[in-house]
């Protein structure tokens, strides 16, 4: 069964905020479109700092406006699956130290368009031209629309998908900070 990857908001997860240096990313850049950016990529620079509320630390997964971030660790699960997608290269400062090569932006090459059963699912606006589902109450994925693929981009809700094999190995992998969610436990 699939699984949606989300970042892991319980209270005792480090909850690091992630703010990327804007001026750097290209203004034609478009990540989760299913086309590659690493030639135009220049490494985006991003300041990461603790929440006040949450442990600190850093996690496998973070959020930031535009992209999501993964670790090397995790990016290397992902490689070792052949996941159809890239890794662009940040740098990151936290509490004054700066690292180069331990943090990616993810960008999926592998995207799905319709997905949602919308006969069986619940939801409150569903833009037919754009094919964007919000205030969603309960979602079911046309399982047989996605293929076996480990790692793929749901454009429909804008959100990372895995495949059951994928999902097992991210569970037993430890990684911090990432939460995998059964269609039906998504809402928006």
Known sequence: MTKLLTVDLR???PGPAATPEMTRLLLDTQLNFG??????WEPVHVVVEDDRDSPKGLTDLMSTVPFLMVSRRFADLLRSFDCECEYLPL???????????????????????KVID?????????HE???????????????KEL???????????GHFAVNEKLARA???ADLVGI???KPEEFSS
């Open 11 to 13: 209270s005792s997860v």
């Open 35 to 40: 086309r590659s950016e690493i030639q135009r």
């Open 118 to 126: 919308r006969r069986q699912s619940k939801i409150g606006l569903y």
């Open 147 to 157: 293929d076996d693929a480990p790692l793929s981009f749901l454009e429909e809700i």
């Open 170 to 172: 991210i569970e037993d």
């Open 129 to 143: 031209e754009f094919g964007l589902a919000r205030d969603i109450e309960k979602l079911v994925l046309s399982e």
């Open 179 to 181: 939460k995998l969610l």
């Open 91 to 113: 740098v990151v400062h936290y509490h004054g130290k700066t690292t180069e090569g331990e943090y990616f932006a993810l960008n999926a090459l592998r995207i799905f368009g």
